[in-house]
């Protein structure tokens, strides 16, 4: 049981290139969450899935777009990459039910910076 | 909206004392707050939810809704608490969690 995993751990770009974080959970989760983790300003979220074929906007989208194709994978992707997008971006997952059930489980982290 | 407020970006205590993280919320409902700690070079991981009531690692966290804080709580502080520790809250539908600044804590010898 690996929890939820993220891919790539590091990764550098260029201004302008494209790129997607792939995230895996095998708990058979409905929810799951990107967010990013800057100094100073705590994890914000991105955008986030409630089940296979849907997605919706956080709190910081713009940039940013998401596929949840599979139940059990949560893509993110930059089709342009920016320097504001230099960050470490982390992967979430949650059971649908309410507490105390409902905790979060979060991947272990992508290190992305941008040039 | 949800909001949650870490007065403290840095902390720092030495082995043996008190540590008290401080934590403030805005929300209109009942709120579920959680602290999640993350060790260097290690994912986050929820170290307690208020309606748990627990002590995990030896802290507490007491939700008190006349003054919306969430503050955690350790009466004597360990070198392995060094960390960063973030307050969350849980609301507005599909289980999404909002998350203050964080406060890194760092336990002196």
């Known amino acids: 049981n690996a929890g939820v995993t993220q891919t790539p751990k590091f990764r550098v770009l260029k201004t302008g290139q494209s790129m997607t974080l792939l995230c895996a959970q095998d708990m058979n989760h409905e929810y799951m969450y990107w967010y990013r983790q800057d100094p100073g300003m705590g994890l914000r979220l991105i955008h986030y899935?409630?089940?296979?074929?849907?997605?919706a906007k956080g709190e910081v989208p713009d940039g940013y777009n998401v596929s949840r194709l599979k139940k059990q994978n949560f893509l993110l992707g930059l089709e342009s990459a920016a320097p504001s997008q230099t960050s470490v971006y982390f992967c979430a997952s949650n059971l649908e039910v309410g507490p105390p059930y409902n905790e979060q489980f979060f991947g272990p982290g992508t290190r992305l910076t941008v040039l | 909206a949800q909001r949650v407020t870490q007065p403290e970006k840095l902390l720092s205590v030495f082995k043996g004392a008190p540590v008290e993280l401080k934590c403030n919320y805005s929300y209109s409902g009942s709120p579920e707050l959680f602290w999640y700690v993350q060790y260097s070079r290690q994912r986050l991981q929820l170290l307690l939810r208020h309606i748990s009531r627990e002590s995990i690692k030896g802290f507490t966290a007491d939700l008190n809704k006349g003054e919306t804080s969430f503050h955690l709580k350790k009466p004597f502080a360990q070198e392995e608490d060094s960390a960063m520790y973030y307050c969350a809250i849980r609301g507005g539908g599909a289980q999404k969690l909002v998350f203050g600044q964080g406060t890194r804590l760092t336990i002196n010898p």
């Open positions: 899935s409630v089940g296979e074929g849907t997605t």
